[in-house]
């Protein structure tokens, strides 16, 4: 049975590829209320950084001195553009997960717009490992249109096309991290001068949630830097030990700039890379996302987090049943559906979950992503309200006038419709 539906499915894809549109833009007729694109039209450019001098954690070995290299960095920069831009374009040549299809994503952004006038917030988009600059590129357009500038990395090592040696995302992650936080503010051209990275949001997806929580001063265990396990998570020559709890890298590395962190799926308390002791130096708000059953940085390991971040604010967002593709990957190109040679498998299981729909998830994260970072790096004190929710979605109670607004006794969550926060839960524990 199994192999016959397989052929089918490819027989059907051998006829869509060429008309698939691969749409990252869908806002399903039920998402929350934040979910909606934003008042701007917006633009995309692609963008190279380089970081010079960095440790070579790949070619380094035991011994003798660690070599260097300049790290380049490619960046897709959503942010508003200047009225009267056409709305739509797309993504061409992006990778799969196999390494080797390359498809066509299509969305709201006009490429190479000239930029609005003024100056927006900063949110950087990390991804998982592997991953690329693409796969939460549904969240970077929709911020965007709400006023900000998002960038999105492509972290070398780390790619689909460009898998290497686990350790150097390991080391180089939060330094990625910090390197284009402070290239973005520097850069001297007309989307560098609308942009305000004094007010900085960071949004990572599993081994960009591990960075963002070191970024954010969640340093690493002393476990994690001195214990003896696989060569997978020892770098040679104490490389890691910059990223550890007290270095003075670590100290340098915290940026005050960074006024917020979303950390979906975050990996790392599953290994103990973070302890109760690690992650107290996080101080940063936090939005934790996760899927319930979690089984790659398991979702118990999840709450840890959630618990031992003891010195900010935090909050967890909970999609019930949901493995570690909940909310963050773009709903799966219609080429990932057909089996992949390079894998053995079809890479859409890479992008989808076997319960949620994806762009139901996407619209979930789009509506707090943006809450939160409305809170954080635009003042906006009207947006906490949308935070303010009980526990268990499923025990909200609708009640409404006439007139569609809540009554006393209404409890069901802000922002959604009646039925819709359904297999959702959300907690908040405050500073100690």
Do not use: C
Request: no cysteine.
């Amino acid at each position: 049975m199994t192999k016959m539906l397989t052929a089918a499915a490819a027989a059907v894809l051998m006829t869509t590829p060429l008309m698939a549109e691969n749409r990252i833009d869908l806002q399903r007729p039920d998402a929350p209320e934040l979910a909606a694109p934003g008042d701007h039209v917006i633009g995309v450019r692609t963008l190279t950084f380089t970081d010079p001098g960095r440790p070579d954690v790949v070619n380094a070995t035991a011994e003798g001195e660690v070599p260097t290299y300049d790290r380049e960095i490619t960046v897709e920069v959503w942010y508003p553009a200047a009225e009267g831009t056409e709305p739509g374009g797309t993504y061409d040549g992006v990778f799969l997960r196999d390494g080797t299809t390359q498809v066509s994503l299509t969305g709201q952004a006009a490429r190479d717009a000239a930029p609005a006038e003024g100056t927006f917030p900063l949110i950087l988009i990390s991804h998982g490992y592997p991953g690329n600059r693409f796969l939460m590129s549904h969240l970077g357009e929709n911020l965007a249109t709400k006023g900000y500038v998002v960038v999105s990395a492509d972290h070398p090592d780390s790619t689909y096309d460009d898998m290497n040696a686990f350790t150097s995302t390991l080391v180089n992650r939060p330094l990625d991290q910090a390197f284009l936080v402070e290239s973005m503010a520097t850069l001297d051209d007309e989307i560098g001068a609308i942009t305000d990275a004094d007010q900085t949001g960071v949004i990572g997806y599993s081994m960009g949630g591990y960075g963002a929580l070191i970024f954010g001063g969640g340093g690493l265990s002393q476990e994690a830097v001195t214990r003896d396990a696989p060569d997978a998570f020892v770098p040679p020559q104490d490389l890691l030990d910059r990223n550890a709890t007290g270095s003075e890298e670590l100290t340098a590395l915290v940026d005050p700039r960074v006024k917020a962190i979303v950390a979906i799926g975050p990996w790392g308390r599953n290994r103990a890379f973070f302890d109760a002791d690690s992650l107290k130096g996080l101080e940063k708000p936090l939005l934790l996302v996760a899927g319930s059953v979690d089984d790659v940085s398991q979702y118990d390991a999840i709450r840890q987090i959630f618990e031992e971040t003891t010195a900010t604010d935090r909050m967890l967002l909970t999609f019930a049943g949901a493995n570690h593709n909940a909310a963050a990957p773009m709903p799966a190109p219609a080429e990932s559906w057909a089996m992949s040679e390079a894998l053995g498998w079809a890479p859409f299981e890479h992008y989808a979950d076997a319960v949620w729909d994806t762009t139901r998830m996407n619209n979930v994260l789009q509506h707090f992503a943006t809450a939160f970072m409305d809170t954080h790096l635009k003042g906006d004190a009207d947006k906490a309200a949308y935070f303010d929710l009980i526990e268990n979605a499923e025990d909200g109670v609708w009640s409404m006038d006439d007139a569609g607004q809540p009554k006393p006794d209404n409890t069901y969550w802000k922002g959604f419709g009646n039925r819709t926060a359904k297999g959702l839960t959300f907690e908040k524990r405050t500073a100690e």
